[in-house]
Each structure stands twice: as C-alpha cells, then as structure tokens.
C-alpha cells in the first residue's frame, strides 16, 4: 500500500478556526497537560496510521495513543463491534453486573493468556486506567500476603495514582525498595549484557537474604517486562526467570505490568510469554479495550482472598469497551499480529541500527517488536571517564518537531527524555515502515544540522 504524503484536504477547518482551536487549550486547559505541547496538532479524523489534522494534513501516528492502539484508529472491526452494541439495545453502564458483552470479552482474554495461567485465573474489572489496575494489584497482593513491602525497579512506570506512582522509578515511597532494572546501554554496574543483568539478580538475592538489608519479605515485587516510559528497555529473558525464581523461592507475588507491552506489541502476544515466566499477578490495559478506556487485573486464585468491595469504582463496566477490546483481541490472535510485530520490528531495528552508525548521535538503537526506541546523545560532551556519551533532551526534542513538520507522530521517553520512541500499529505495512524511517531519518538529520548552525 502506497503512503500517503502530508497533503492539504478540501475537508480542511480554516486555518484560523485550528489556531483558535490550539489557542483557547493553551489558555484554557491545566498546566499539566501533556501530548498536546509537543504536539500542537488538532485531530479530526483517523484510519489506521493515519491521523488527519483540522488543517488537512496527514501524519503517520507512530504514539498510537501511548501503545494503545493495536489496530490503529478506527479499525472497521472495532467500529463494527462498537456499532452492534449500540444497536442491539445493550446497556452501556453496568456497574461490574455481568452482561453477554462482557462474558464474551473475559472469555476471549483468558483464551489469549497463558494457558496455565488462565486455568487458575480470577479476574478482577477495575476503573478504566491502567494505574487503577496497579493499584489494584498492589492491593491485592498486600492483603493476601499480610505485608506492606514493595520491591520496585529503577526507571519503572505504573502510572500516575499514589501507588502507582511510588513504584515508578521517578518517585519515592518508604514502602517501596528500588532495586536496580538490567540496562545494556547504560548499565549500572558498567558491563552491560547477561553479566550486568546477573549482578543486578544478585543485588536483588542479597538483599532479600541480608537479615540486615533492611528489607523485610515485601508484599511483592512489581516489573515491566519491556520498560516503556523508562526508555524502552526489554529485560532479558534469564533475568525475568530468575525474578521469578528469586520471587517464588521467597513467597513473594510477582505483579508484571503488561499494560504497554500487551496485545501482540513486543512479538508475542503477552510479553511474558517469551521468557515463559508464570506470573502471579498481570495487569493490563490500553490495547484490551480495542482503543477505549479498559483496565483489569487477572491473578492466581490463592490470592483471591480480598473482601467484596475491595477494589470497587463506578466506571467498571465500560460495554463498549470491552466489545471493542474483545475483536480487538481476537483480530490480533486470528491475524498473528503478536508475529508480524516481531518480524517488522526486528526489520526496523536493523535498519535504524544502520542509520546508528552512520550518525555518533544515536546512542543506543534498541526493543522488542514494535516497541522501538533511539536514544540520542552528545558525543561531543563526553567525559574521559565515561563509558556512553550523556543523553541529548534537546536534540531529541528537535527532532520530535522536526518529525511533526514531516507528518511523523512520535513520542520522546526515557529517564532523561531523550529517547524517540516508536509505537505504531501493530497492522503496520512494510510500505508504512519505510516511510516513517524515511522521515525519521530526515527528521534527524535536519534537527542535526540545526543543532551544528546552533552551536556557538
Ligand atoms: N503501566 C505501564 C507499564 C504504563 O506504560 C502505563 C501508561 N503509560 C501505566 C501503567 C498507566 O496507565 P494509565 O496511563 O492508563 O493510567
């Protein structure tokens, strides 16, 4: 399929009516909003990859609502599941009652899941965000072990509610213990590769065995499989296992976050799956709701041990969401979209690896599936005594706008924001592949450029 270049459309808003649009958010929206400066666009129409702007232009959506949309926009499977809810009558509000909608798409995730796991699974519907869920989770496994301690990693993201947001790595939570999470590129122990990953596994086993280490057994240990927000960062498969190993040796939950990495993104349809560890407790969210507000926890039954209303919340029983979540599902399934991910992915790793060497400010190419990040550093900053060049915020933020001019959505993560993260579609074309290199690599290399006329 050929990809259609930025293009004025005759359906465009006034360019007036946009500016006024982006002008009334800025004056009237919170401090704290997000996407919406580093992507001053105003979206009205959406298929697949594609985004079309009040303005007419076209991008390439490589954000896919935060790893959201698996199918991309507005996927005619989505929208037809939609549509027959709406049609047949169905209430679209239940609380957490049971309805036919919502047993087909239970029915469908845990014929997704691991099978193992699936067979002993309780599955708990939560508010409609992914940090709810980890809340939940973080509940879940306090009441069922008696204990408050939390083992946590560095650069970790779980969200944005209290709990959450103590397990994330960019906060602080006197319950939570960091420990440190296995990075090649900047590895903590400055080796790198299955040697740092062990000696973080044993930090983490020392710790835990010290009757002086100050951590007394925790209530669980929380992990992303594939660290998106902290920079795109895949664990190792002989680390997962061995968390597992060290988890299980001790009593201690294993949470595994695939709230990101779900629905097919990494190569495999739940991340986990590649290192085949087993854990105690998923949470999941984004893709499972086919593109609309969705957010469960699926544990082991022996920890099934919380009170009714444990966990309650209005927004439980989102009807077209889990309509939209369960074709989702079962078109990723059907498809082998969890394959085509690797397979694309591993294809665009390799030729922004090419691009890597022919530019010193790509640092670190890096992911799994299309879970794709580029971390950009400053060679010329480097100190003697430092193994990588320090990352480059500024130049990854140019080149973030300079992907936008080109009609490239992408998203900067990482603990310095300095990583160009991609996350398109897992229906993504090999068309739609080179052409969002094609402008990454020019976007780069304009950004370059103005970074060098820039310098004093
Ligand atoms: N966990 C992970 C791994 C995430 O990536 C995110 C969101 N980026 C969350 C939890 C929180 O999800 P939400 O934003 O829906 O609360």
């Known amino acids: 399929m050929a990809v259609t270049e930025p293009a004025s459309a005759p359906s465009a808003v006034p360019e007036e009516a946009q500016r006024g649009i982006l002008r009334r958010q800025s004056l009237r929206e919170s401090a704290a909003r997000t996407y919406a400066r580093s992507l001053p666009i105003v979206p009205v129409r959406a298929r697949g990859i594609t985004i079309e702007g009040a303005d007419g232009r076209r991008y390439l959506d490589c954000l896919s609502g935060a790893g959201t949309l698996a199918l991309g926009h507005n996927h005619p499977v989505v ?64 009441t069922a072990t008696g204990r408050q301690g939390l083992l946590a990693f560095t650069g970790a993201y779980h969200g944005m509610t209290a709990g959450a947001l103590g397990a994330s790595g960019g906060a602080t939570d006197v319950r939570v213990t960091r420990l440190p999470f296995p990075q090649d590129y900047r590895c903590p122990f400055g080796v790198g590769g299955d040697r740092g990953a062990e000696l973080g596994a044993r930090w983490t086993e020392a710790l835990l065995d010290d009757p002086k280490g100050g951590v007394p057994t925790p209530a669980g240990m929380i992990l992303e499989p594939v660290q998106g927000e ?30 990101q990495t779900g629905v097919g993104r990494t190569g495999t349809f739940w991340a986990v799956e590649r290192s085949g560890v087993r854990p105690d407790v998923m949470v999941l969210s984004k893709a499972i709701g086919g593109s609309l ?73 890096r992911g799994r599936g299309l879970m794709i990040g580029v971390e950009l550093v400053d060679p010329a900053d480097s100190t003697p005594d430092a193994l990588v060049p320090p990352p480059a915020p500024a130049l990854a933020a140019a080149v973030q706008r300079a992907c936008l001019d080109r009609g490239l959505i992408v998203e900067l993560g990482g603990r310095h924001s300095a990583v160009v993260r991609l996350l398109p579609p897992l229906t993504l074309t090999d068309d739609q592949a080179e052409a969002v290199l094609d402008r990454f690599a020019d976007a780069l290399a304009a950004a370059e450029g103005a970074a060098v006329q820039g310098s004093p």
């Not at 939609?82 to 014929?111: C, M, N, Y």
């Open 79 to 142: 929208l037809e599941a939609v549509r027959k809810v709406i049609d047949s009558g169905a209430p679209l509000h239940v609380l957490d009652l049971a309805t036919p909608v919502k047993d087909a798409f239970t029915t469908e995730l845990f014929a997704t899941l691991p099978q193992e796991f699936a067979d002993d699974a309780r599955i708990q519907f939560c508010g409609p965000a992914g940090t709810d869920a980890v809340e939940a989770a973080l509940k879940l496994v306090r």
């Open 293 to 365: 507000p969705l957010a469960v926890v699926v544990y082991r039954s022996a920890l099934d041990v919380w009170q009714p209303g444990a966990h309650a919340g209005t927004f439980r029983g989102n009807q077209l969401a889990m309509a939209a979540g369960a074709a989702t599902l079962a078109f990723v399934r059907e498809n082998r979209l969890a394959d085509h991910a690797a397979t694309l992915g591993a294809r665009m790793l390799g030729r922004l690896q090419g691009l890597a060497a022919a530019h010193p400010s790509i640092g670190d190419v």
């Open 230 to 259: 902290g920079g795109v960062i895949p664990a190792p498969d002989a680390w997962m296992r061995r968390m597992r190993r060290i988890t299980e040796e001790r009593g201690i939950p294993l949470v595994v976050d695939e709230v």
